[in-house]
T-cell receptor, first 113, second 112 residues
Framework: AQSVTQLDSQVPVFEEAPVELRCNYSSSVSVYLFWYVQYPNQGLQLLLKYLSGSTLVKGINGFEAEFNKSQTSFHLRKPSVHISDTAEYFCAVSSFGNEKLTFGTGTRLTIIP | NAGVTQTPKFQVLKTGQSMTLQCAQD?????MYWYRQDPGMGLRLIYY???????DKGEVPNGYNVSRLNKREFSLRLESAAPSQTSVYFCASSVGLAGQQFFGPGTRLTVL
């Protein structure tokens, strides 16, 4: 079985400060990893994904994530956040042989002016 | 290109009433999904359809039925609504099961 743990349910950050949202996964086979963002009262949209290849993945809006197989992590980072980054962020995993996405419980990012 | 559309956007039901949530995609995707989102629980898969003509249960299928009407449309039916089904429901689609999923705007359902 596969699972995802997002360690922080809420993260407050000052505007223009860096941020890291943590995600750990569990799976016994090769994984595909995703970060989705949900702005207030909207559906989810893809920020970035790791399927294979380079472990550092760049996404939209200046976000990036690094796949670390030994630590089973896929943390999301941004060097300088803006008010517009206020949203809920979901990490998700699928794996070879179990391609349905399993989502974490989400991290609510709040930007403090 | 509208992507994934869902109707209705909002709905209030009384316990025991039935309703169908509609979903359509215009991206020629093979796979479609229904999720529910509850505070602190992330998204949980209710049912999915890997391809036209097939449907399978997800993590929380009890109390729901689905129909993959054609490649474009995937509906979710609540036969006898219960307050525990108060939630936000999202439809999604993807090229294949392992691919990026595209989400609709959601349906906010309240069951009194």
């Amino acid at each position: 079985a596969q699972s995802v743990t997002q360690l922080d349910s809420q993260v407050p950050v000052f505007e223009e400060a860096p941020v890291e949202l943590r995600c750990n996964y569990s799976s016994s086979v090769s994984v595909y990893l995703f970060w989705y963002v949900q702005y207030p009262n909207q559906g989810l949209q893809l920020l970035l994904k790791y399927l294979s290849g380079s472990t550092l993945v760049k996404g939209i809006n200046g976000f990036e994530a690094e796949f670390n197989k030994s630590q089973t992590s896929f943390h999301l980072r941004k060097p300088s956040v803006h008010i517009s980054d206020t949203a809920e962020y979901f990490c998700a995993v699928s794996s070879f042989g179990n391609e349905k996405l399993t989502f974490g419980t989400g991290t609510r990012l709040t930007i403090i002016p | 290109n509208a992507g994934v559309t869902q109707t209705p956007k909002f709905q209030v039901l009384k316990t025991g009433q039935s309703m169908t949530l509609q979903c359509a995609q215009d991206m020629n995707h093979n796979s479609m999904y229904w999720y529910r989102q509850d505070p602190g629980m992330g998204l949980r898969l209710i049912y999915y359809s890997a391809s036209e003509g097939t449907t399978d249960k997800g993590e929380v299928p009890n109390g729901y039925n689905v129909s993959r009407l054609n490649k474009r449309e995937f509906s979710l039916r609540l036969e006898s609504a219960a307050p525990s089904q108060t939630s936000v429901y999202f439809c999604a689609s993807s090229v294949g099961l392992a691919g990026q999923q595209f989400f609709g705007p959601g349906t906010r359902l309240t069951v009194l």
